[in-house]
């Protein structure tokens, strides 16, 4: 049964900056996507950016200069660094593993960005 972890979420001021980290138990396939999601009460759920196995990325246009999605070393972990975080971006980021056509989805973290 794959398992999908989320940490690294938490408060920060405007301006400042977030890890966030994704570990995916018992991922078998050797071709995958590892993706952050967002949502909140304005926003219905969107792509942040994703990654896949071979390491080509995909950003949401309005958050590529800003957050960088990448591969950790160890085997089906993926990070997504958040820099000059706005209060817009506040919301529960939720990570995502794609393989054999299914989805399979942590519970979420939450960020929140307040002075």
């Known amino acids: 049964q794959v398992h999908v972890v989320e940490s690294g979420g938490g408060l920060v001021q405007p301006g400042g900056s977030l890890r966030l980290s994704c570990v995916a138990s018992?991922?078998?396939?050797?071709?995958?996507?590892m993706g952050w999601y967002r949502q909140s009460e304005r926003r219905l759920r969107e792509l942040v950016a994703e990654v896949w196995s071979d390491g080509t990325t995909n950003y949401a246009d309005s958050l590529k200069d800003r957050f960088t999605i990448s591969k950790g070393s160890a085997r089906n972990t993926v990070y997504l660094q958040m820099n000059s975080l706005k209060p817009e971006d506040t919301a529960v980021y939720l990570c995502?593993?794609?393989?054999?056509?299914?989805?399979?989805w942590g519970q979420g973290i939450q960020v929140t960005v307040s002075s």
């Open positions: 995502s593993v794609r393989f054999g056509g299914y989805d399979y």
């Open positions: 018992s991922v078998t396939a050797r071709r995958y996507t």
